[in-house]
């Protein structure tokens, strides 16, 4: 008779969902990201009328950064899919409860909104950062409004790829962070809309 050792009586350790880091770098603290992949999953699955998570909410979700985390890039790739599929079913929720005429002026109203103000001059887009405080990078901020008010007025191509992982350096007395973000996610939310 064999006697095995405690180590092989342990259930195999459940492989990581996506690529770690080295010891060096930092990642996404991989458990708060399995638990929110798990309750984004429960989510999905439930009666789209009593949802608990919105594509919003996997917009805005944000990880702690630790040694030997999931890769950032990895992570973002995924949870930019699972914000489409939520975007996907409630547009679809929408347009049965509503039907299509009214969820395309509700969405043409909300497009007109953001064109409004990113059709403002440059430098006056939104509200800057007073004092010695930094905001996002005007300049750069500004080419960014030009390429999405030219997609909204124009359809010039721009991805919603390109409008999620757009970054901006930071100058003082820049553009309010959190105002421009709220743009730039009104802008996702059109495009997904529309799809």
């Known amino acids: 008779m064999t006697t095995r050792s405690p180590e092989s009586r342990r259930p195999a350790a459940a492989s990581p969902r996506f690529p770690l880091t080295s010891r060096r770098e930092r990642g996404y603290d991989a458990k708060i990201v399995d638990a929110f992949l798990d309750r984004a999953r429960a989510a999905f699955e439930e009666d789209p009328d009593a949802a608990s998570l919105a594509a919003s909410d996997v917009r805005a979700v944000a990880f702690p950064l630790v040694r030997r985390g999931y890769r950032p890039e990895a992570v973002d790739a995924a949870l930019a899919r699972v914000e489409d ?5 409630e547009r679809e929720r929408a347009l049965a409860h509503a039907g299509t005429g009214e969820w395309i002026g509700r969405t043409r109203e909300r497009a007109q909104e953001i064109l409004d103000r990113l059709s403002r001059d440059p430098g006056r887009r939104f509200d800057r950062v007073r004092g010695l405080g ?3 990078r005007v300049e750069e901020v500004d080419i960014v409004a030009d390429k999405v008010a030219a997609f909204l007025a124009e359809g010039r191509p721009v991805t919603v790829e390109q409008v999620r992982t757009v970054a901006f350096r930071m100058q003082r007395g820049g553009y309010r962070e959190a105002q421009v973000d ?10 997904l809309a529309v799809g």
Do not use: E, N
């Not at 599929?85 to 079913?89: D, I, P, S």
């Not at 743009?183 to 996702?188: H, S, T, Y």
């Open 134 to 136: 930094y905001g996002y």
């Open 85 to 89: 599929a939520f975007a996907v079913r």
């Open 182 to 191: 709220a743009v730039l996610d009104a802008v996702v939310d059109v495009m």
